[in-house]
């Protein structure tokens, strides 16, 4: 079983097409497996200037693979009239554009989580804390200290694994903060260590864009699996078997 995830497209139309490319290519086939489904952990909308092309590329993949979508900050605020910041005049423009169109239909009664073989999909993060908008699961994000922000609440990985053992899952992937990241949890000491993502080239040429980069960890222990942004000029996703994990980058 071959899971391709991906988050924080933002409406870059060109950095999905990349993605779709890069997992047709005969070559990842070899490498990784066939794929049987994709994750999108959200955020489609908000600070591209492509989001019809980019809803359209999302529909186009759902005819191709099974695709499991969740929600997003920056879509929940589209759908809601919530601002937020770090859209342009013309990225405002064309999502205004989009209202009433059918291609939005794709966030009727989108989850927030997904689980399978052990592993919490979600786009922020995995705590119940109400309903307070800052505190939802799209809105949190992790860091070394808990507590509201105006970004939304923070959870430190500690509080993570400890939800995770509560739902006796394993793994945690979410996406939302751009950046990939990987922590692992410490059953000796129940301690939490990062882990060196430590990139090379996959031998996978993506046209028009350059080279696959993987970072593959062995999911041999409880682990937060945090996914990069798949948008602007250097697309960010993963893969998994659910036995190794694959940062993926196209630099």
């Known amino acids: ?41 959200g955020d489609l909308l908000h600070r591209g200037d492509h989001p019809r092309e980019t809803l359209e590329a999302i529909a186009d993949l759902s005819r191709k693979y099974r695709l499991i979508s969740l929600m997003g900050n920056h879509d ?14 013309v990225s405002l423009y064309r999502h205004e554009q989009l209202r009433g ?28 804390l109400g309903t307070s908008t800052l505190r939802l699961k799209f809105w949190q994000r992790m860091g070394r200290e808990p507590g509201d922000s105006y ?23 979410c996406g939302h903060q751009h950046t990939s ?11 939490v260590r990062p882990c060196l993502l430590d990139y090379s080239p996959s031998g996978i040429t993506v046209q028009g864009r350059g080279l696959l980069h993987e970072a593959r960890i062995a999911l041999d ?17 993963a893969c998994t078997d659910f036995r190794t994990f694959s940062f993926l980058r196209i630099v």
């Open 1 to 41: 079983m071959v899971a391709i995830i991906f988050s924080d497209v933002h409406a870059d139309a060109g950095a999905l097409a990349a993605l779709q490319g890069c997992i047709s290519e005969p070559h990842f086939e070899e490498r990784f497996g066939k794929t049987e489904f994709l994750i999108n952990l």
């Open 76 to 89: 929940h605020a589209f759908l809601t009239g919530l601002s937020v910041s770090g859209s342009d005049a």
């Open 101 to 128: 169109s059918p291609l939005l239909s794709i966030f009727d009664a989108m989850p927030v989580e997904w689980v399978i073989n052990d592993m919490l999909f979600v786009h922020g993060g995995p705590m119940d």
């Open 151 to 173: 970004a939304g609440y923070y959870y430190t990985p500690e509080m993570a694994f400890s939800v995770l053992k509560e739902r006796k899952l394993r793994f945690l992937c």
């Open 181 to 191: 990241l990987c922590c692992r949890y410490l059953t000796g000491t129940g301690g």
């Open 221 to 237: 222990t409880p682990s937060i699996l945090r996914v990069g942004a798949c948008h602007g000029e250097n697309p960010e996703f």
